[in-house]
């Protein structure tokens, strides 16, 4: 039996995926490895069929034509034989002690017929560019290496919250909740790790520095530049989230997840009106208005209570002061975790 599912979307992967693909290999045949290539030019796909060809009851090949980060993840998804479904990109890898600690609960807890929907593992920032690091982790908010429900879950604060590297779910669990990625899109990982969640009725947080997040590629979806130039991108990923559950319905998830739903909602949310406002446009303000039109007429009460959170800061401002606020506070965040 496969206990996890890696899919690892590459699109011009050839200078990196090797590390990847080198830190999933020592999972043996309890995993499997879905390499998608996403339309690559350049020798991703002939890397990826050289390890089907050694690996060959390890490792699965996808070639498909460009359809972007989401559409990797999909791919991955419906082939999935997995007990779990993880994403590990291209340019990232995992710890080698932690993966035999993650594969060693997962295989205790198939035994013991208990297997949870979710597992929650550390994540750490690597950068390589002086050789730091800085760790992400989940201590506090959840009881370590324990099987629990979202009601154990602590108070998460300000930036601080669950993102795709941290997260492995049941495959069935994912595609229960309907998961489908956009494609041709970037900033997906937010509705990954957010839409499946009440799916997900028992969690287990692992105290494992398990994935490890390349800093450094001036071409990054976290890079400034790059985010304010997508901001259409990432309205769509916003709308997404609040399209997908109701306030009632994140309300009645009860204090645990509820709570953290709202919390999720309003870092999203900062960040958006982060892409946008970064920038002063006509088309941008437009933007901007559509996409409150847009939550404000799907769900009253979750538009104000949106507009009551976080961004209640920041939205009374004149425009040009409020990017740069949005910005200052963007630049304190990577300066505190060196990200970009």
């Not at 550390?122 to 800085?134: I, L």
């Not at 007429?297 to 425009?319: N, Q, T």
Request: charged share 25%; proline share 3%; with cysteine.
């Amino acid at each position: 039996m496969k206990l996890i599912t890696f899919a690892v979307p590459c699109y011009n992967s050839q200078e990196y995926m090797r590390k990847c693909i080198e830190s999933l290999l020592p999972g043996g045949d309890e995993v499997e490895i879905v390499i998608v290539n996403d339309g690559s030019k350049d020798a991703t796909l002939a890397i990826a069929n050289e390890y089907r060809e050694q690996y060959p009851t390890i490792v699965r090949v996808v070639d498909q034509p460009n359809g972007g980060h989401g559409s990797g993840v999909n791919a991955g998804l419906r082939l999935a034989a997995g007990l779990y479904y993880k994403v590990v990109d291209s340019d990232d890898w995992v710890d080698a002690d932690a993966y035999m600690g993650l594969l060693s609960a997962v295989r205790r807890h198939l035994e013991e017929g208990v297997s949870p929907d979710l597992y929650i593992v550390n994540y750490v920032y690597e950068h390589v560019a002086d050789n730091t690091r800085h760790v992400s982790s989940y201590r506090g908010k959840f009881p370590a290496n324990e099987i629990c429900g979202w009601d154990r879950a602590k108070a998460f604060h300000y930036s601080h919250m669950l993102l795709m590297h941290s997260l492995i779910f049941r495959t069935d669990v994912l595609r229960r909740s309907g998961l489908v990625l956009p494609e041709h899109t970037f900033y997906v990982d937010d509705i990954f790790s957010y839409n499946p969640l009440p799916y997900a009725k028992t969690v287990c947080f692992l105290d494992l520095d398990f994935y490890r997040y390349f800093i450094g590629r001036a071409d990054q979806s976290v890079n400034i530049v790059n985010m304010v130039k997508r901001y259409e991108m990432q309205i769509r990923v916003m709308l997404s989230m609040t399209d997908c559950w109701t306030y009632d319905e994140i309300k009645a998830q009860g204090k645990g997840l509820g709570k953290y739903m709202f919390h999720a909602l309003d870092n999203y949310l900062m960040t958006t009106l982060l892409f946008i406002c970064a920038e002063d446009s006509p088309e941008r303000r437009k933007a901007y208005a559509e996409m409150w039109r847009h939550i404000g007429e799907r769900d009253r009460k979750l538009y104000k209570k949106l507009r009551r959170g976080y961004a209640l800061l920041v939205i009374g401002l004149p425009w040009k002061l409020r990017g740069k606020i949005l910005v200052w506070g963007y630049k304190q965040l990577c300066k505190r975790i060196k990200l970009g």
